[in-house]
């Protein structure tokens, strides 16, 4: 079946402007998950949800950064007035259940440039 | 929390020679560790994974060793190929609901 999928792949935007991830887990994944790997680094773990609900968003950056899940399927991440220390490439994973953590399948990323 | 560090951050082989890469953990009580690789452009795939009550685990050419006194694993890849070329992740986790920690990754280029 098909995988997790996210757009855009690619994303070049102006400092200051505000961006639009997409994240399509697979279906009947009821667990989402949306990491950082900025270059070099390892995944920094932003956000978690349970069907639509998001019970802890310590793990985002800052208040720029937002995420919402509808119809506990897919998500979008948004970060609001861009820095250049956002340049990353963002990761989806998505698992049958919270209890699954450990069985996350990754998409592909979005890999966001900010100039 | 839990800390991860993963070395080394870069190996380099010839193809056939075996490739060895190590984590360490800081939390006692974590008790899974999975091993992914990321190929260029895609996100990381989970390649073999160790729970602690074991101390080995083979899939034909990897295999995983823990070391819970010691609190550190290690990823063991025999008889490399070009296409072993990636970037592997170790990562510790308390299991179930909680969230893996990542080391940095380690890329690993095979030479034809």
């Known amino acids: 079946g098909a995988g997790v999928s996210q757009s855009p792949s690619n994303k070049v935007t102006e400092k200051g402007k505000d961006v639009e991830l997409r994240c399509d887990p697979i279906s009947g994944h009821t667990a989402l998950y949306w990491y950082r790997q900025r270059l070099g680094q390892g995944l920094e773990f932003l956000i978690y949800f349970q069907g639509n609900s998001a019970p802890d968003k310590s793990g985002l950056p800052s208040d720029r950064f937002s995420a919402e899940r509808t119809g506990e399927s897919v998500s979008t991440l948004t970060i609001q007035r861009t820095q250049q220390e956002d340049s990353a490439v963002y990761l989806c994973a998505s698992s049958l259940d919270l209890g699954r953590t450990y069985e996350q399948y990754f998409g592909p990323g979005t890999r966001l440039t900010v100039t | 929390g839990e800390n991860v560090e993963q070395h080394p951050s870069t190996l380099s082989v010839q193809e056939g020679d075996s490739a060895v890469i190590k984590c360490t953990y800081s939390?006692?009580?974590?008790?899974?560790f999975p091993w992914y690789k990321q190929e260029l452009g895609k996100g990381p795939q989970l390649i073999i994974d160790i729970r602690s009550n074991v101390g080995e685990k083979k899939d034909q050419r990897i295999a995983v060793t823990l070391n819970k006194t010691a609190k550190h694993f290690s990823l063991h890849i025999t008889e490399t190929q070009p296409e072993d070329s990636a970037v592997y992740f170790c990562a510790a986790s308390l299991g179930g609901s909680y969230i893996p920690t990542f080391g940095r990754g380690t890329s690993l280029i095979v030479h034809p």
């Open positions: 939390d006692s009580a974590s008790n899974y």
